[in-house]
């Protein structure tokens, strides 16, 4: 078992936490370190589980919704999975980020169940385990190749990672990813593995809303963002800046036609940064249809994933989502020529 295949996936980019890590005010910069010292860590452990992959697996039930919430109280990697506070079929309990956890997931579930007909992440059943209050104030969540892990958020700049559905629904779907193209979480092709998480997790947001494409409002972390921070979310795939010179996190960096694409090695090659532009491609396809997104541009886009590989680039991914598109609803189809013109406004 490759390393690569269960890379470690934070929702937090790490430039935001550059940012918040170069912050005058000192309490900013400590919880910027704190988490940017948790990915380091989380990368540590998910390296050596990756070599022994019987320590962190835990069995499933095959062909049913299977939720695991633990409890770390406070505690970091070493202690995964911690205390066992939520399971299937079990009532809420008082905390809302077991609750939140539990639900989302979920949802989630419920999602790749009804509209792809997919049983879990793995589409064999795959429990989803989550674990909740990662040390204190943690601003970050992982996906870290088995399961979901969740801080808190200090308050300030981020609230609990557990608040927001597409959240949950964005790190999840990097599971689904890990098990079907496994795209390598570098380059394009990792940008290509941020996309397809967003993609998803924003569509499980609408679908549980039940929101036409013009009605979605097309964000990501809109349910975590703080009350010192004047960003609305951290991504939108929507054309121009999630948020710009804000006074905590600068100016959102995610370009949205390639010619404005991150050339530079930072943040394993710009998978968080690049990824801005096939979501606004995926945006502006689903627009061009109409009606609800998981329907039609959701069907195009999850059969495109299954068809790429490992090292797929955007050029495979503009190839594959248009013969995808052209499989499903006919060559020069509406939805057909959606794609083909989507691709077309972002520089393909």
């Given amino acids: 078992m490759s390393a690569r295949r269960f890379s470690l996936h934070c929702l937090i980019p790490p430039y935001i936490l550059d940012v918040l890590s170069k912050s005058e005010d000192p309490v900013v910069r400590k919880q910027a370190v704190d988490a940017i010292e948790a990915s380091a860590t989380a990368r540590a452990v998910r390296a050596t589980l990756s070599t022994m992959p019987e320590m962190a697996a835990i069995p499933s039930p095959a062909a049913r919704k299977h939720r695991l919430v633990y409890d770390l109280k406070g505690r970091n990697f070493s202690a995964l999975p911690g205390k066992l506070v939520r399971s299937e079929g079990e009532g809420p309990t008082k905390d809302p980020a077991v609750n939140e956890a539990y639900d989302h997931s979920g949802v989630t579930y419920d999602f790749y169940r009804d509209v792809f007909k997919r049983n879990s992440l793995d589409d ?27 801080g808190d958020g200090d308050g300030r700049e981020f609230i609990r990672f557990t608040n927001s559905l597409d959240v949950v629904g964005h790190e999840l779907s990097h599971g689904v990813v890990t098990h079907t193209c496994n795209l390598a979480y570098e380059g394009e092709s990792g940008a290509l593995n941020e996309h397809f998480a967003d993609a998803f997790g924003v569509m499980v947001k609408q679908w549980k809303l039940g929101q036409t494409a013009a009605r979605a409002d097309w964000l990501i972390g809109a349910g975590i963002m703080g009350p010192k921070t004047k960003a609305k979310s951290l991504r939108t795939f929507k054309a121009g800046k999630a948020y710009e010179n804000d006074p905590i996190l600068g100016t959102d960096p995610q370009p949205k036609h390639l010619k404005d694409r991150y050339k530079g090695s930072d943040d394993n090659g710009g998978v968080h940064i690049n990824s801005g532009i096939p979501n606004h491609a995926f945006y502006l396809t689903a627009r061009k249809i109409g009606g609800r997104p998981w329907l039609k541009a959701g069907r195009i886009w999850y059969r495109t994933l299954l068809n790429l590989t490992a090292r797929s680039r955007f050029e495979a991914m503009v190839e594959t989502s248009a013969t995808a598109a052209a499989a499903e609803f006919g060559r020069g189809s509406k939805e057909h020529k959606a794609v083909t013109a989507a691709w077309k406004e972002v520089g393909f």
């Fill in 124 to 150: 064999k059943g795959m429990s989803l385990i989550s674990s909740v209050h990662l040390l204190r104030k943690l601003n970050n969540a992982f996906w870290n190749g088995e399961q979901m892990v969740y």
